[in-house]
């Protein structure tokens, strides 16, 4: 069996080697893409979506046990809920949107709603209205930086 030059530069490109290489690089050009679409749309969901927030409230440096917190989003749609937060007895309070947990990243005002159990503890009128509250949260698009203290200090 006589070979010629030719004959063996045509084995070599047929190698399987070469075909394993083809097949990697095959792949990795449609593997890529697909992890770096699939990791964008999921970023894409969170600033969309909601992100988890949760703090605290003091008045006059004392936890208040109980009422809710009200925000809303500067920039909010007509359409857009308010995201609302249930104080509990620790003065703990978790954010949640339309009963799902979380709220929308952005700059919020916040209001607080007392109710009957809060033990005598006045809050003051311009923290009960969203126009005039001087409370406010910015929601970040990673929930660990969404831990919030809030303060309210009464002229007594």
């Known amino acids: ?82 995201s609302i937060g249930i104080i509990d007895a620790l003065g703990k309070f978790q954010l949640s949107t339309d009963g799902r947990p979380g709220a929308p990243v952005g700059h919020h005002r916040v209001r607080v709603v007392p109710d009957s159990k809060t033990g005598g503890v006045e809050i003051p009128e311009d923290y009960q209205s969203l126009e005039n509250t001087m409370l406010a949260i910015d929601v970040q698009p990673e929930s660990r930086f969404n831990i919030f203290t809030l303060s309210i200090t009464t002229d007594d």
């Open 1 to 82: 069996m006589n070979l010629s030059p030719d004959d063996f530069r045509d084995n070599t490109f047929r190698s399987p080697s070469h075909g394993r290489l083809l097949i990697l690089i095959a792949v990795i050009m449609v593997a890529v893409p697909l992890i770096v679409i699939g990791w964008l749309s999921t970023v894409t969901d969170a600033r969309a979506g909601l992100v988890s927030c949760h703090g605290t409230i003091r008045v006059n440096g004392q936890m208040l046990t109980s009422g809710q917190i009200v925000t809303r989003r500067d920039l909010a749609r007509s359409d857009e809920s308010n």
